[in-house]
């Protein structure tokens, strides 16, 4: 599309006028760019439906371009008309085509700041509808940033992977199911007893251990200290006294 687009100036006027965050500075959401931004999209879909996304870029241009002169020229002709009424010279001419149209723009007049401010004020962004549809049309994969949390959820979900595997391993050990099966009626027991019955189940143990492994435990069993072989000794008659 190289050539300016025809289209209702009339409309194009009112549907500026609809939308007071694109021409009235005086309001808080003349300050939000992402709300312009989607304000000139939608002027932009309503002038230029059936276009593909380059045209619709640049038909906002434009008619960000057209709206900027319209208003320029409204500010001129109120320059205008004030010198002729404080007697200054001016030339004879017709008042601007869209000068009553554009009477809501008088607001911005009204508020203390003079023509020439105002039109700085209001100066539209002519990038704001290209950059958002090139934005949609390409965005580059952004990198992710490996930081030092990213690392720390890695290790936790290690730690958990490892702790589900223990886990489910020890959920398929029949000896811990089978003495964790004994672990009620080992409550049972009195406190007094329990000494002597830990001592029968740890030599009921180690009389069905191979030999081997029965030797091994015998000389870790010699290498108890003094102190060690006393309390374990005083254990066993304390629990036979029981009995």
Same mark, same amino acid.
């Given at each position: 599309?190289?050539?300016? *687009?025809?289209?209702?100036?009339?409309?194009?006027? =009112?549907?500026?006028?609809?939308?007071?965050?694109?021409?009235?500075?005086?309001?808080?959401?003349?300050?939000? !760019?992402?709300? @312009?931004?989607?304000?000139?999209?939608?002027?932009?879909?309503? &002038?230029?439906?059936?276009?593909?996304?380059?045209? /619709?870029?640049?038909?906002?241009?434009?008619?960000? !371009?057209?709206?900027?002169?319209?208003?320029?020229?409204?500010? *001129?002709?109120? *320059?205008?008309?004030?010198?002729?009424?404080?007697?200054?010279?001016?030339?004879? *001419?017709?008042?601007?085509?869209?000068?009553?149209?554009?009477? &809501? =723009? /008088?607001?911005?007049?009204?508020?203390?700041?003079?023509?020439?401010?105002?039109?700085?004020?209001?100066?539209?962004?002519?990038?704001?509808i290209s950059e958002t549809?090139?934005?949609?049309?390409?965005?580059?994969?952004?990198? !992710?940033?490996?930081?030092?949390?990213?690392?720390?959820?890695?290790?936790?979900?290690?730690?958990?992977?490892?702790?589900?595997?223990?886990?489910?391993?020890? @959920? %398929?050990?029949?000896?811990?199911? &089978? =003495?964790?099966?004994? =672990?009620?009626?080992? /409550?049972?027991?009195?406190?007094?007893?329990?000494s002597g019955a830990k001592?029968?189940?740890?030599?009921?143990?180690?009389?069905?251990?191979?030999?081997?492994?029965?030797?091994?435990? %015998?000389?870790?069993?010699?290498?108890?200290?003094?102190?060690q072989r006393a309390a374990?000794?005083?254990?066993?008659?304390?629990?036979?006294? %029981?009995?």
């Amino acid at each position: 599309m190289t050539t300016p *687009r025809q289209y209702d100036t009339e409309l194009f006027i =009112l549907e500026i006028e609809g939308r007071p965050a694109l021409w009235n500075s005086t309001l808080k959401e003349y300050s939000d !760019k992402n709300l @312009r931004k989607a304000m000139w999209e939608e002027i932009v879909h309503k &002038f230029g439906e059936e276009l593909d996304l380059e045209e /619709k870029k640049k038909l906002g241009v434009q008619l960000q !371009k057209k709206w900027k002169n319209i208003r320029d020229c409204f500010f *001129r002709e109120i *320059r205008r008309l004030k010198n002729v009424r404080s007697g200054g010279a001016a030339p004879k *001419r017709n008042t601007y085509i869209y000068f009553d149209q554009l009477q &809501f =723009l /008088k607001v911005l007049t009204e508020c203390g700041p003079t023509a020439s401010n105002i039109e700085r004020a209001i100066e539209p962004k002519a990038a704001e509808i290209s950059e958002t549809q090139s934005s949609q049309a390409y965005r580059p994969p952004q990198k !992710k940033k490996r930081t030092d949390d990213a690392v720390g959820m890695e290790m936790v979900n290690v730690l958990k992977a490892n702790i589900q595997s223990r886990e489910e391993s020890e @959920r %398929h050990d029949s000896d811990k199911l &089978f =003495l964790l099966s004994l =672990l009620d009626d080992f /409550k049972k027991i009195p406190h007094c007893s329990k000494s002597g019955a830990k001592i029968e189940m740890i030599n009921l143990v180690q009389k069905y251990q191979p030999p081997l492994a029965s030797s091994a435990c %015998h000389s870790q069993h010699e290498t108890y200290s003094k102190p060690q072989r006393a309390a374990y000794d005083k254990a066993t008659v304390h629990s036979k006294s %029981h009995h």
